[in-house]
């Protein structure tokens, strides 16, 4: 079950960062805790580069508790954030000290990440440094990247690996980089991809790879407008010019992003 960290605090003050680790974190304590008597697993989405930081330590200090040593849980990091390998590094050396301790491993699903037009928007509105991957190139070698980093045995013994996303290639890179180093995929690897999109090139990652893990919206029929706005945002993707131009202007190689209440 993959969460958001926003739908449980809403909007909240950038300088009051404890009080909204805090704030989340007693939201979602219960939502894990019968998450950990049902068995189920949950995933931390990765909202706009604001939610970085605010994400990680709201994972870090729910499954540093007592009660979710041995509970499994994962969180997304993306690569067009030049920060994303560290906080892979960070997240690795943390788990494995979990491990250490007796702890369950953690996830990571890896993704490109899908809010650049937000990011640019608030880089351009605000005067702010650009928080993401000047070029798609660089969002590509950068998750090229995360994943050699990752997907070792060594790692995936702390951290297990979820290659997410809808680019052949990309997953392609991964399974075989995971072959090479004697992984398993669909117990220490995941290969994850969205529903709706590219149903049949998903079909066939799944004949050739085994186990595919499929990203769905869940909503109750009367909240049906969310999930909605989920294959909107597939639609969007799907629509996205694919120039890998690098003094293209970024209105002419970015979508832009849907509404703050889609399911990512
Ligand atoms: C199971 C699953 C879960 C996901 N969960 C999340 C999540 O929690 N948070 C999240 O943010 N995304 C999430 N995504 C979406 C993901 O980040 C990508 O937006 C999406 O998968 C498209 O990337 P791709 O590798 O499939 O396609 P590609 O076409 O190879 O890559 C497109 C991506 O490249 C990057 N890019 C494109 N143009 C540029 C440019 N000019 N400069 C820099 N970078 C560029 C963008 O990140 C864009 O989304 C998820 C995807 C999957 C499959």
Not at 31 to 46: G, P, Q
Not at 96 to 117: C, D, H, M, T
Not at 231 to 238: A, D, M, P, Q, S
């Amino acid at each position: 079950m993959s969460l958001k960290v926003s739908s449980v605090i809403g909007p909240h003050a950038a300088y009051g960062f404890n009080e909204a680790v805090e704030h989340a974190v007693n939201q979602l304590l219960p939502v894990f805790r019968v998450a950990r008597e049902n068995n189920t697993f949950i995933n931390l989405d990765m909202e706009e580069y604001k939610d970085l930081h605010l994400t990680i330590a709201v994972f870090k200090n729910i499954l540093d508790r007592d009660e979710f040593l041995t509970y499994h849980s994962g969180i997304v990091l993306q690569s067009y954030l030049p920060d994303g390998r560290e906080a892979l590094a960070d997240l690795t050396v943390w788990a494995k000290e979990r491990r250490a301790r007796g702890g369950a491993p953690i996830k990571v699903r890896v993704v490109k990440g899908a809010n650049l037009s937000m990011e640019r928007v608030d880089a351009a509105m605000r005067g702010w440094e650009l928080t993401v991957q000047p070029t798609k190139e660089d969002t590509d070698a950068n998750y090229l990247v995360m994943l050699e980093d990752s997907l070792t045995k060594e790692n995936v013994d702390a951290v297990r690996i979820g290659i997410a996303g809808q680019n052949l290639f990309t997953l392609a890179y991964g399974v075989l980089l995971a072959r090479d180093n004697g992984l398993e995929i669909g117990t220490e690897v995941d290969v994850e991809m969205l529903a709706g999109m590219a149903t049949p090139q998903a079909n066939a990652v799944r004949d050739d790879v085994g186990p595919l893990l499929y990203y769905v919206p869940v909503v109750k029929p009367e909240e049906y407008d969310v999930a909605i706005s989920y294959l909107v945002r597939r639609l969007e993707e799907n629509a996205t010019p694919r120039t890998l131009c690098r003094t293209c202007s970024p209105s002419k190689t970015a979508p832009y992003s849907s509404s703050k209440r889609t399911v990512s």
